[in-house]
């Protein structure tokens, strides 16, 4: 992947991380193309023990030219080392994705308490041909945070606060880039207004606070639903965990 948009994700996820005022607890890693040493067996890849065999799934349950974002959540929330170490996954994409359901397409996808997934592939020349690269990073940093945010439990994770809608997950409606947008366009608004405003509204940074005060001693959490990035009618791929320190 570009090294700038992987910069810009991983100073994305610092950001949240610092919202929530976790910055100094948990690590962020970046493994690259992770694969473990014995992650093949002959021609076979071995189960979770590569980047390639997670995509491969994807690849597999997927249709032409698209992963399935489901399959590739499922198995990470199935991963045999979530249970002896908590930790969060974030995999950043070049290959165009979809969630497995009657989607198009989609950006992202958000797992509470376990993974978040984003694909490049839309925010690129080939879709938004009017936009220069920087600005196509930006908008892909503001996708990283919009899905490490729901990663992280936003928005509306308690029923105690208002300025929600329900559009394929649930979503903020202030100035924050925790709105939903449905098509790519509606993202370059997102990323004008988290240059000139800020990343998250006043309800959303509270609640990302809480996020981690309400953790259970173990750092553990009940994995929720998914949220979806952006909806409308495979490259070398990056794998980036994130553990407590
Ligand atoms: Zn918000
Ligand atoms: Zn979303």
């Given at each position: ?19 929530a ?5 948990i ?5 690259g193309?992770?694969r473990?040493s014995?992650?093949?067996d ?6 979770y ?10 690849r597999q ?14 198995d ?6 979530r249970?002896q ?6 995999i ?10 009657n989607?198009n ?10 993974s ?21 990073i ?7 945070m919009?899905?490490?945010g ?10 105690t606060r ?11 409606t ?11 366009e509606?993202?370059e ?11 998250l ?7 990302i ?11 553990h959490?009940?994995?929720m639903?998914?949220?979806?990035a ?9 794998f ?6």
């Amino acid at each position: 992947m570009h090294s700038g948009a992987v910069t810009a994700a991983l100073s994305g996820i610092e950001e949240m991380l610092e919202i929530a005022g976790v910055s100094q607890m948990i690590s962020v890693g970046n493994l690259g193309v992770w694969r473990a040493s014995d992650y093949r067996d002959g021609s076979r890849l071995r189960e979770y023990r590569s980047i390639d065999w997670y995509l491969a799934r994807g690849r597999q349950t997927g249709r032409r030219g698209q992963l399935n974002a489901s399959t590739i959540t499922f198995d990470l929330m199935e991963e045999p080392w979530r249970r002896q170490e908590h930790h969060y996954d974030v995999i950043l994409l070049e290959s165009d994705i979809y969630n497995g359901g009657n989607t198009n397409f989609v950006l992202g996808v958000g797992t509470q308490a376990s993974s978040a997934i984003i694909s490049r592939h839309r925010l690129s020349r080939r879709y938004l041909p009017e936009l220069p690269e920087d600005e196509l990073i930006e908008c892909y940093k503001t996708a990283v945070m919009h899905e490490v945010g729901h990663m992280l439990g936003l928005p509306g994770r308690f029923g105690t606060r208002g300025h929600l809608e329900e559009s394929l997950g649930m979503h903020c409606t202030n100035t924050c880039l925790m709105r939903q947008r449905l098509r790519l366009e509606g993202w370059e608004e997102l990323t004008a207004d988290r240059l000139r405003r800020g990343s998250l509204c006043i309800e959303c940074r509270r609640e990302i606070v809480n996020f981690f005060q309400d953790m259970l001693p173990d750092g553990h959490f009940e994995p929720m639903e998914s949220s979806e990035a952006s909806f409308r009618p495979v490259g070398d791929d990056q794998f980036i965990p994130i553990g407590r320190r």
